[in-house]
Each structure stands twice: as C-alpha cells, then as structure tokens.
C-alpha cells in the first residue's frame, strides 16, 4: 500500500505523521488489498474560528475511492475520527466480501466429489443394460379414468395424455365441478 502524507498552511511534524501512519496501519487489518491512501492534513479557519480538516482518500481495488474529511479544533481528535470513519466504511467493504465468500465456499462444500477409486469402478460398470421404461404420466388415459384418479386424490389438478395424444389438464374449480383443457 502507497502512503502519501501532506499537509496544506501547517507544518508536519514527526509526531503527526507517525500518528496518521498508525491510523493508516489500521486499514490493514481488513485485507481489502488497498492500492494507495492520501492523508492531507491543512488548518481551516471558518468564520473566524480556528481548527483542522483532515482528508483520507483510499483507493481500493475494483470498487470505487473512498473519501473520508473529518474537521475538529483538535488535529489529533480529527485525524482519530476520520481514521474510525474510514475503518466504518472498510469494514462494510470487508464483510460484503466475506459474507459472499462463505456462501461460494458451502455451496462448493455441499458438492459430492468422486473418490478416485470411484470413479474406476464406474468405468469398470459401464458394461450395464438400459431398458426403456414408460412412465404412467405418459400412458394414454381416458377422460373418465383421469377424473376418478383426480377425485381419489387431494391435488387441484391432473396433467395427462388422452386416448388422442394430446396433453389435457383436469382441474378442480371452486364451485366442486371439474374443469378440462
């Protein structure tokens, strides 16, 4: 990660520097791969009062450069808050990118992987005979014989094949009768 420490009407001492050092330092512990942060530290004075503006700029990879100013009369208070805020909006980063990497990871856990000596054994049993089953969906089925298996049963509707081959639906309505497509 680039640091880049300047300060604007205020001479930088040793001890502020090392102080936004540190804060920077903090930054790390979300391992969002930080490209680079510029702190810049300058005096406001505003309507006549006298105070400090502090200004982190962090760019992060592949998401957008997050800007922190923080202003207080105090520059050690104003740089410990602009450092909290920061680590706010880093740690919000930080767990999108967690709580999306443990869903990947227990879909990828649920999966049923073959042993190798598994899969030996499947090339081994392909010598297998498949025989062709019809299924009871697709037998051919009388109007008469749909509506007696459809009142024999609590389901709302029946989808089969008639004596023609067409795919009919018989349904319940509300009144107790029968509906057909």
Do not use: W
């Not at 443990?102 to 049923?112: Q, R, S």
């Not at 392909?126 to 008469?144: G, V």
């Amino acid at each position: 990660m680039n640091l880049n420490i300047s300060a604007r009407q205020l001479e930088m001492t040793d001890a502020i520097r090392t102080h936004i050092q540190s804060a920077v330092e903090s930054f790390k512990k979300y391992h969002l791969d930080i490209i680079s942060t510029r702190a810049v530290v300058s005096a406001d004075e505003r309507n006549g009062k006298k105070g400090y503006l502090v200004e982190f700029t962090i760019n992060l990879p592949q998401k957008n450069t997050v800007v922190i100013k923080q202003n207080d009369k105090d520059l050690y208070t104003a740089i410990d808050l602009a450092a909290e805020r920061a680590q706010k909006v880093l740690r919000r980063h930080h767990d999108k990118e967690v709580s999306h990497r443990v869903t990947k990871l227990t879909d990828v856990e649920n999966l049923n992987f073959l042993e190798p000596d598994d899969i030996d054994e499947s090339i081994e049993d392909d010598t297998d005979e498949i025989i062709p089953m019809e299924l009871d969906l697709y037998k051919p089925l009388s109007i008469e014989e749909a509506l007696d298996m459809l009142k024999n049963s609590n389901k709302q509707f029946f989808i089969f094949n008639d004596l023609d081959g067409k795919t009919r639906v018989l349904y319940k309505r509300k009144d107790n009768k029968f509906g057909l497509y």
